[in-house]
């Protein structure tokens, strides 16, 4: 029964069981273990984290902008 379930899952998603079936083959231990035998395995990083604040040279002079400063482009009110 859950074969048939499985299926017509499957046919909703348009995967036919040959393919389903070769792309869970991919998985590694996808059906040599129960569930209950699978060994959670510890995370482990493999990069070193970086660190939250990196220490930048200082400046003996204030950076230049990268554009030139621009005049305020809304309309001035006039006053009468």
Request: net charge positive; aromatic share 2%; charged share 25%.
């Amino acid at each position: 029964m859950e074969k048939i379930r499985q299926a017509r899952r499957l046919r909703r998603y348009g995967i036919n069981t040959e393919e389903a079936h070769e792309l869970t083959s991919m998985i590694p231990n996808s059906g040599t273990q129960p569930p209950e035998e699978i060994i959670e395995q510890p995370f482990t990083r493999m990069t070193a984290p970086t660190p939250l604040t990196i220490e930048r040279p200082t400046q003996s002079r204030p950076a230049q902008p990268s554009a030139p400063k621009q005049r305020n482009i809304n309309p001035v009110m006039e006053e009468n």
